[in-house]
């Protein structure tokens, strides 16, 4: 009963997601929270927090901590399987009948034709990740920032990989604002 | 050793994305299309274009798909795995430190000081589409296809299944 439940909770929210893991994330706040009280809007938002400071995509880390939680290894394969399963299977079929009839005319118009829509699809997604980054680190540090990493990148070819590690260890080893040491002995002492 | 950089490409790839499954986008082009040459940018276009059009998360569905076309069943069930386990392993294991550090700003800077990265990436792989496209179908076409998904998209809200489904449509009849 509890494994159909958690089954049925992250498949609807993951079918009913579109624009990738983070869109879906309401979706999953409102079947673990709301529907099924599994837990409550506070540690649902913690548990995200969490996600979120860690890399990789968050709804199948959100699946498997909170199926993990509720129903065990058993649960926690369940919701992320739930949540990833059928529309990687409905990817593979749908692009492997395009790649089939890959030379026909109509269908390399097909694939022409889709990649605009993936460009703008990218543009709004970078605007998104520039917003967001100016919201913290304000416009002057985040335009110095993207010129930086696209000469060391672009340019200079260097593996994002490096500039990302350089960064991570540039947020871990610089020593924190008097402000945000204050907001961190607050937050440690709830 | 293919499904060893099957593995390695998308473990890689998932463990640098910070900001979600769409930031890992850009690495993941550049390990599969730059580096192993498993599929051509065009190709991965598609998948994406496909992947944005399908519900649920777009890192695994890249991973699995894309995985499937270099290892069959086997690579796809690896690329996935790279791609979900090792930050659900972290989470799991160290839940308990990160609750105690997830107000700290080390902590919260850390996924802050990658996004602009993150949004060059996106951002260059952006511009290449529009340029290879700007080659198969000159400027007429892209600045019709694309202002009108983005319109569609943006303003209307429509869902990116249905543009998608439209510009292949569109694809179909005219170019």
């Known amino acids: 009963?509890?494994?159909?439940?958690?089954?049925?909770?992250?498949?609807?929210?993951?079918?009913?997601?579109?624009?990738?893991?983070?869109?879906?994330?309401?979706?999953?706040?409102?079947?673990?929270?709301?529907?099924?009280?599994?837990?409550?809007?506070?540690?649902?938002?913690?548990?995200?927090?969490?996600?979120?400071?860690?890399?990789?995509?968050?709804?199948?880390?959100?699946?498997?901590?909170?199926?993990?939680?509720?129903?065990g290894v058993p649960g926690m394969l369940n919701a992320i399987f739930a949540t990833i399963l059928p529309t990687i299977i409905l990817m593979v079929i749908l692009l492997n009948t395009l790649i089939q009839f890959k030379d026909l005319k109509w269908v390399q118009g097909m694939t022409k034709a889709v990649v605009p829509v993936v460009a703008v699809m990218?543009?709004?997604?970078t605007w998104e990740f520039v917003q967001s980054s100016v919201k913290g680190l304000k416009w002057f540090f985040t335009t110095l920032h993207i010129l930086v990493a696209l000469v060391l990148i672009e340019f200079f070819g260097i593996h994002p990989g490096i500039v990302i590690i350089a960064l991570l260890v540039i947020a871990v080893v610089k020593p924190a604002k008097t402000s945000e040491k204050r907001a961190k002995q607050k937050g440690l002492s709830i | 050793m293919i499904y060893l950089h099957i593995f390695w490409a998308f473990?890689?790839?998932?463990?640098?994305?910070?900001?979600?499954?769409?930031?890992?986008?850009?690495?993941?082009?550049?390990?599969?299309?730059?580096?192993?040459?498993?599929?051509?940018?065009?190709?991965?276009?598609?998948?994406?274009a496909m992947g944005n059009a399908l519900p649920g998360p777009i890192a695994t569905k890249m991973g699995g798909y894309i995985g499937y076309q270099v290892g069959g069943y086997i690579g796809s069930g690896l690329a996935v795995l790279a791609t979900v386990a090792p930050s659900l392993i972290l989470m799991l294991t160290l839940m308990g430190l990160l609750y105690k550090f997830r107000k700290s700003p080390q902590v919260k800077r850390m996924t802050l000081y990658v996004k602009p990265t993150i949004a060059v990436l996106l951002g260059v792989m952006a511009f290449e589409s529009f340029y290879d496209s700007y080659f198969q179908i000159g400027i007429g076409h892209i600045l019709l296809l694309g202002i009108g998904s983005y319109l569609l998209m943006e303003k209307v809200k429509v869902h990116p299944g249905l543009v998608v489904f439209a510009s292949l449509v569109y694809g179909a009849f005219i170019l």
Do not use: C
């Not at chain 1, 990218?122 to 997604?125: A, Q």
């Not at chain 2, 998932?14 to 730059?34: C, F, H, S």
């Open chain 2, 11 to 48: 473990f890689l790839t998932n463990i640098l994305g910070y900001g979600g499954g769409p930031a890992t986008i850009p690495l993941i082009q550049k390990e599969v299309v730059d580096h192993y040459h498993w599929v051509t940018a065009q190709e991965f276009n598609e998948a994406l």
């Open chain 1, 122 to 125: 990218l543009t709004v997604l």
């Open chain 1, 1 to 71: 009963m509890k494994q159909r439940d958690i089954f049925i909770a992250f498949f609807r929210s993951s079918m009913l997601g579109y624009g990738g893991g983070p869109t879906t994330i309401p979706l999953v706040q409102k079947e673990v929270v709301e529907r099924f009280k599994w837990m409550n809007n506070e540690e649902f938002g913690d548990v995200l927090a969490i996600a979120n400071t860690l890399p990789g995509p968050i709804a199948t880390k959100m699946a498997g901590y909170i199926g993990f939680r509720i129903g």
